[in-house]
């Protein structure tokens, strides 16, 4: 399928801002929705924020107007800034890709995760 590689979290405080990063590896299937997910700790995993090959974004509402996302198609890679953060904001942020191919089908890849911390 294809391999994901996060990077960029880390401690920050409040106010501050973070990027990050997820590289997808060569693959055979295209590249279709990209997603940044986070979890924190007893919570459930959340819908961050996604974007399309196209680059139609969409995002959870206790993110809008401070987190972007974007892509660049030409390196699967798939990138999360983050702005004003809060401590509300603390979790593992999770890469999610949606690939297909016309014979092998549709089918999803996770990264590994990073963690970002918000201090108050």
């Known amino acids: 399928q294809v391999q994901l590689v996060e990077s960029g979290g880390g401690l920050v405080q409040a106010g501050g801002s973070l990027r990050l990063s997820c590289a997808a590896s060569?693959?055979?299937?295209?590249?279709?929705?990209m997603r940044w997910y986070r979890q924190a700790p007893g919570n459930q995993r959340e819908l961050v924020a996604a974007?399309?090959?196209?680059?139609?974004?969409n995002y959870a509402d206790s993110v809008k107007g401070r987190f972007t996302i974007s892509r660049d198609n030409a390196k699967n890679t798939v990138y999360l800034q983050m702005n004003s953060l809060k401590p509300e904001d603390t979790g593992v942020y999770y890469c999610?890709?949606?690939?297909?191919?016309?014979?092998?089908?549709?089918?999803?890849?996770w990264g590994q995760g990073t963690q970002v911390t918000v201090s108050s």
């Open positions: 999610n890709v949606e690939l297909s191919h016309a014979f092998l089908g549709v089918r999803g890849s």
């Open positions: 060569q693959t055979i299937y295209s590249i279709n929705v």
């Open positions: 974007i399309t090959s196209g680059g139609s974004a």
